[in-house]
């Protein structure tokens, strides 16, 4: 599932937008406040004004510029907010339902920054590891094919696991994943769908999936085969298995007949990783969702 940060590259807007304002604060401190105290000591020298007079003449001489102003008060904030963002805690919007019936569409998420590392904000490169990805966590990344965009999935696979999904059943590393049935899922989208909804325990992780039976198990990748190390899968007429490889992860959608995923266009690289999903703050279609998720 495809889905967009709040604002476009706002990282990167956040980050021209700290130097600016960064830059006018120093300037100012350092060096334009020097400038207006010493033209206002000159002005005063010259003044015969009474006292009364001369304060609000001084007043006004090292007054800053609006521009100067607005710079100095919207610094610390974006200092804040950049921090934050690049390190903590980075919003998000579900804009559609592969990730049913965990996300639903208007979901406005947070994601976990620092769990997975520490990464330098823009360039994206970990320079503290914490902890690594586990199977089961639902984690945001950048998609392999077009890293400006986000994706969000569930992890099945983490390196050196052997996924295996066969006539809509997962295994992993030999062990088949167990399923409990639940009450049938209805979709509110354009048409009013019904779909199989079951709790799936994904090696000790519980969650729960969509399943379309009326959908082939066949994986239809369009004939494209060129994502790196497509030769560590083998697909026929049940489905797919899967070996990943090192610093690579194997992500699926909950909603799993719609979804497109690593069953489609491949691995994952550690260095795509963004965050781990784990709270809903806001969805204005349906206030009751906010909360945990897993």
């Given at each position: 599932?495809?889905?967009?940060?709040?604002?476009?590259?706002?990282?990167?807007?956040?980050?021209?937008?700290l130097?600016?304002?960064?830059?006018?604060?120093?300037?100012?401190?350092?060096?334009?406040?020097?400038?207006?105290?010493?033209?206002?000591?000159?002005?005063?020298?010259?003044?015969?004004?009474?006292?009364?007079?001369?304060?609000?003449?001084?007043?006004?001489?090292?007054?800053?510029?609006?521009?100067?102003?607005?710079?100095?008060?919207?610094?610390?904030?974006?200092?804040?907010?950049?921090?934050?963002?690049?390190?903590?805690?980075?919003?998000?919007?579900?804009?559609?339902?592969?990730?049913?019936?965990?996300?639903?569409?208007?979901?406005?998420?947070?994601?976990?920054k620092?769990?997975?590392?520490?990464?330098?904000?823009?360039?994206?490169?970990?320079v503290?590891?914490?902890?690594?990805?586990?199977?089961?966590?639902?984690?945001?990344?950048?998609?392999?094919?077009?890293?400006?965009?986000?994706?969000?999935?569930?992890?099945?696979?983490?390196?050196?696991?052997?996924?295996?999904?066969?006539?809509?059943?997962?295994?992993?590393?030999?062990?088949?994943?167990?399923?409990?049935?639940?009450?049938?899922?209805?979709?509110?989208?354009?048409?009013?769908?019904?779909?199989?909804?079951?709790s799936?325990?994904?090696?000790?992780?519980?969650?729960?999936?969509?399943?379309?039976?009326?959908?082939?198990?066949?994986?239809?990748?369009?004939?494209r085969?060129?994502?790196?190390?497509?030769?560590?899968?083998?697909?026929?007429?049940?489905?797919?298995?899967?070996k990943?490889?090192?610093?690579?992860?194997?992500?699926?959608?909950?909603?799993?007949?719609?979804?497109?995923?690593?069953?489609?266009?491949?691995?994952?690289?550690?260095?795509?990783?963004?965050?781990?999903?784990?709270?809903?703050?806001?969805?204005?279609?349906?206030?009751?969702?906010?909360?945990?998720?897993?």
């Amino acid at each position: 599932m495809s889905f967009q940060s709040l604002i476009g590259n706002f990282s990167l807007i956040l980050f021209v937008l700290l130097v600016i304002t960064g830059v006018i604060w120093c300037f100012d401190l350092f060096v334009w406040s020097k400038q207006r105290q010493q033209h206002a000591d000159a002005v005063l020298a010259q003044c015969s004004q009474d006292q009364l007079e001369q304060e609000k003449l001084r007043e006004s001489l090292l007054k800053q510029p609006a521009w100067i102003e607005y710079s100095g008060s919207f610094f610390p904030v974006i200092v804040l907010v950049f921090v934050l963002r690049s390190f903590l805690f980075e919003p998000f919007k579900i804009p559609s339902g592969s990730m049913l019936p965990t996300l639903f569409v208007g979901d406005f998420i947070l994601v976990n920054k620092f769990i997975y590392g520490i990464r330098l904000p823009i360039i994206d490169k970990k320079v503290i590891s914490v902890t690594e990805p586990q199977r089961g966590d639902v984690m945001v990344f950048r998609y392999p094919r077009d890293v400006s965009q986000n994706y969000i999935k569930r992890i099945i696979g983490v390196p050196g696991d052997v996924v295996s999904y066969k006539n809509k059943k997962l295994t992993v590393n030999g062990i088949e994943s167990t399923y409990q049935p639940e009450i049938d899922f209805l979709s509110d989208g354009e048409d009013l769908t019904y779909s199989k909804q079951f709790s799936e325990n994904l090696t000790g992780v519980q969650h729960r999936i969509l399943i379309d039976e009326n959908r082939s198990s066949v994986i239809d990748r369009g004939g494209r085969s060129d994502f790196p190390y497509s030769e560590n899968c083998l697909y026929d007429d049940e489905g797919f298995t899967c070996k990943v490889p090192a610093a690579q992860y194997f992500m699926m959608g909950d909603n799993r007949d719609n979804s497109m995923d690593s069953r489609f266009w491949g691995f994952v690289p550690d260095s795509h990783v963004v965050g781990k999903a784990f709270f809903i703050w806001m969805n204005f279609s349906s206030p009751s969702r906010v909360g945990s998720f897993k």
